[in-house]
């Protein structure tokens, strides 16, 4: 099961749901009416069987919280959080650490300067009423600076963040048992835009990021870094464009009579769009961009507990995309300060 957030053309927070039944539908958080400032991030964390908790920058400039329960869609108003710099990046993970949950929350505290938000002993149930407090996290951070984490926990609790910096472009930050263990440069690339990253279930840590026009894969395994290029001309402009590609092979084709050729992009993906957000769907096994579902204006309801959509018609022939964790990129090129997150759960 799949839910992808967005901010739609009025700022409201709009929720899209997938599964292999009703294929895509829109999704209850719509229904609460809840509007971002122009400039907000989105990010989310998401465990066991639905739970979601999603930040968001208000027009106050505050980070305010969204909690949801998807199995009886549900959505609750968490505490204001405290002030951040305008369009601050977002990065939300969290973890089970002694046996209770926690959270942790990654944004700007200053224009030069990444903090730490963190929330303790988190329960599934009454979590809008946890208490959170500013944890020991502070590197310096550039003006266009953006961030990630994700954590997991096999042996030992561990926890990666990492931040574009000028200097070193992508770092590294690893916390184990409750101590940093490292600070060193990721790959050799320069960021230009939003950072992505994921822990596999071979424990791999990928970190997604934009370059110029170009999308970069870092790869981590055994402690050794590898970097590709997943795919250039990201914003979808210039010659290698897969919308063109396909396009001039289709017509090519047509003209033949011969069958068109792939342009080397998975199967599974829908045409990219130059007027519309580009979303990463981040797997060990592959890299799938998916265009952003149309964009529809929210429901009238301000109810903050309500009913799933309506089944749509079934096509049980399609798979949901190989996709885990968390992954979030910007906006277009004209809404470049917007993102949007997708949260994927496995069923069981």
Sequence with gaps: MIQVYYLDEDNFIRERSWDPIQEWTDGPLDKCKIKAASFS??????????????????????????????????????????????????????????????????????????GELCCDRVEDEEREKSDYYEGGYAPDAASDAFIAATSSKQADLEMFIYHSSKVDGIVENKYSGGRVESHSPVGTGE????ISTLRSGNGSVLVYFIEGNKLMEVVRVDGNWSQTVIMSGASCHGTECPRRIKSEKQQESSITGSPAETSGQNSSSPEASTSRTQLLA??????????????????????????????????????????LEIAHTSRSLLRSLCSLVCVVFRRR
């Excluded at 960021?191 to 939003?194: F, I, M, R, S, V």
């Excluded at 799938?288 to 009913?307: C, D, F, I, R, W």
């Design 41 to 114: 991030q989105l990010t989310a964390t998401s465990w066991g069987n639905g739970n979601i908790i999603l930040y968001y920058q208000d027009e106050d400039g505050t980070v305010r919280i969204l909690h949801g329960w998807i199995p009886r869609s549900e959505w609750r108003r968490g505490p204001r959080l405290r002030a951040v710099p305008i369009g601050s990046p977002l990065a939300a993970t969290n973890f089970e650490h002694l046996g209770n949950r926690e959270l942790r929350l990654y944004c700007k505290f200053e224009d030069s300067k990444f």
């Design 191 to 194: 960021p230009t835009g939003p």
């Design 282 to 323: 981040l797997s060990p096994h592959k890299s799938v961009l998916k265009e952003q579902p149309p964009e529809t204006k929210p429901g009238p309801s301000n109810a903050t507990q309500y009913s799933s959509a309506e089944p749509s018609k079934t096509k049980p022939e399609q798979q949901p995309p190989e996709s």
